[in-house]
């Protein structure tokens, strides 16, 4: 596709549900980066993959975070047993390179709110 | 622990006013310095400065890097009010894993008024 492509938009998750985040990335892009951006806050790493291999994966806050990229394209971000801490943006961002975030592009984000 | 930190976090001007925008970093092996527009969600790419390219320009916008102080400076001048928006920092930061994560700052909230 033309860019990062995340969905949903927005999700509203009472507080114990699981939910699931997908990011699409563009089309041949070897990296791809998980960030969560509280209210006021910047972007913070997740975590990251390259291909279908899951290199890094230590800003993951709890184990209640999973995510993968089963065929080394569309990933899934899954949040088990969500809390109202969990409420933030997810941003997705891929890149061609290897090892390299500079100039990655982002998607829009998925706004997840916990009540 | 790397580290970036912006300045102002907050920041109200008049359409035409010229804006500096502050950014310092900690980091080991520093290798370059990102700036990023944030309209809503998607942060968009500005700037890229690294040791070999300390200063860049792109209409309105200029940035540079001063490896000396560790900091950054992202200039917008004659400001419109299409130039609101979050102004975010960020450097690649590089575990043992060997990924390069960005390490963000909080951000600069700018809003320009007519």
């Known amino acids: 596709g033309a860019g990062v492509s995340q969905s949903p938009r927005y999700k509203v998750a009472k507080r114990g549900q699981d939910v699931a985040l997908r990011c699409d990335p563009i089309?041949?892009?070897?990296?791809l980066f998980w960030y969560q951006q509280a209210l006021g806050q910047g972007p913070e790493f997740l975590t990251y993959?390259?291909?279908?291999?899951?290199?890094?994966k230590s800003g993951l806050p709890s184990d209640r975070f999973f995510a993968e990229r089963p065929e080394g394209s569309v990933s899934t971000l899954k949040i088990q047993r969500t809390q109202q801490e969990d409420s933030a943006v997810y941003l997705c961002?891929?890149?061609?390179?290897?090892?390299?975030?500079?100039?990655?592009?982002f998607g829009q984000g998925t706004r997840l709110t916990v009540v | 622990e790397d580290k970036v930190v912006q300045s102002p976090l907050s920041l109200v001007v008049h359409e035409g006013d010229t804006v500096t925008l502050n950014c310092s970093y900690e980091v080991t092996n520093f290798r370059s310095l990102l700036w990023y527009k944030q309209e809503k969600k998607a942060p968009t790419f500005l700037f890229m400065l690294t040791s070999s390219g300390i200063e860049k320009k792109s209409g309105r916008l200029s940035s540079i890097l001063d490896k000396k102080e560790l900091s950054s400076i992202l200039n917008i001048t004659a400001t419109q009010t299409g130039d609101s928006a979050i102004y975010l920092c960020?450097?690649?930061?590089?575990?043992?894993?060997?990924?390069?994560?960005?390490?963000f700052g909080k951000g600069t909230k700018l809003t320009v008024n007519p």
């Open positions: 089309s041949g892009h070897v990296s």
């Open positions: 960020a450097t690649p930061g590089r575990d043992q894993g060997g990924s390069e994560k960005l390490v």
């Open positions: 961002a891929s890149s061609l390179k290897r090892y390299m975030n500079t100039e990655a592009f």
């Open positions: 993959f390259q291909n279908e291999a899951q290199l890094d």
